[in-house]
């Protein structure tokens, strides 16, 4: 794999770095023509991504940490901090970014809905870009298989599924769905909702088959497939009912 496209002397230039970089470029860049085809003015955009980064970070990390090692909190509360050293949750990060969301809502007072109707293409797309990273930084692969598609990864050994390429495939797809429906969704909330039930509809089955997954303790539940589900299921119920009230 590629952890490292260059050195610039003393500056490292890491690949999953560089495309996390790239994603929050183009979601920016994707958010700023629905913002302009909306009527919303460019700086709210600028400022709704400042506010769901720093929320993402923050769940994604405590996420994580929650059901990987509790204890963290108690023997080195500091480390929490230290999201460069890996440790993060995809469905921390969405959480998070929900919460971040609505607070900025608030203090703007303009609809959390119509806000993450905004930025819904723009999460699905840039996940599909993540995954590019993972893949080169030889991280978030799946369990060993003897198919075709096997590839090898350092820290795996053997071949397993390249789970990072089959998200970023079907996440490309759900991109290119919500971008294609965005005009068609004639209800505050709806295209969100949608994007909350198509990426979940794609990590149940990723999910199995991946090989570092967090389990609810003491089992053998996967959590990324229990929360998915739930997310899931809310997000369907409410598309449902804001559909029906609109």
Not at 85 to 93: D, L
Request: charged share 15%; net charge positive; hydrophobic share 55%.
């Amino acid at each position: 794999m590629h952890p490292i496209i260059t050195k610039l002397g003393p500056v490292t230039i890491y690949s999953y770095g560089m495309m996390v970089a790239i994603a929050f470029v183009l979601g920016i860049y994707v958010a700023g023509i629905e913002a302009r085809r909306k009527g919303i003015k460019q700086d709210l955009v600028y400022d709704l991504v400042f506010y769901i980064v720093i929320g993402s970070l923050i769940g994604a990390r405590l996420y994580y940490l929650v059901f990987f090692d509790p204890s963290v909190f108690i023997k080195a509360p500091l480390s929490i901090l230290k999201i460069w050293e890996g440790g993060v949750a995809i469905h921390g990060a969405i959480l998070g970014g929900i919460v971040a969301g609505i607070l900025f809502s608030k203090l703007k007072k303009i609809s959390f809905w119509k806000l993450a109707d905004l930025v819904a293409p723009s999460i699905i797309l840039g996940q599909a870009i993540g995954r590019i990273g993972c893949f080169l930084n030889g991280c978030c692969f799946g369990v060993p298989t003897e198919s075709i598609f096997g590839v090898r990864f350092p820290l795996a050994g053997a071949a397993v599924h390249p789970t990072q390429l089959y998200e970023l495939v079907l996440n490309s797809i759900g991109f290119f769905i919500l971008w294609s429906v965005r005009k068609k969704i004639k209800f505050d909330g709806g295209l969100f909702l949608l994007y909350l039930m198509i990426y979940n509809c794609i990590r149940i089955p990723i999910s199995s088959l991946r090989g570092d997954s967090l389990y609810i303790w003491g089992t053998n539940l996967k959590i990324a497939q229990i929360t998915s589900a739930v997310i899931f299921v809310i997000a369907l119920v409410l598309f449902v009912k804001r559909k029906k009230n609109a």
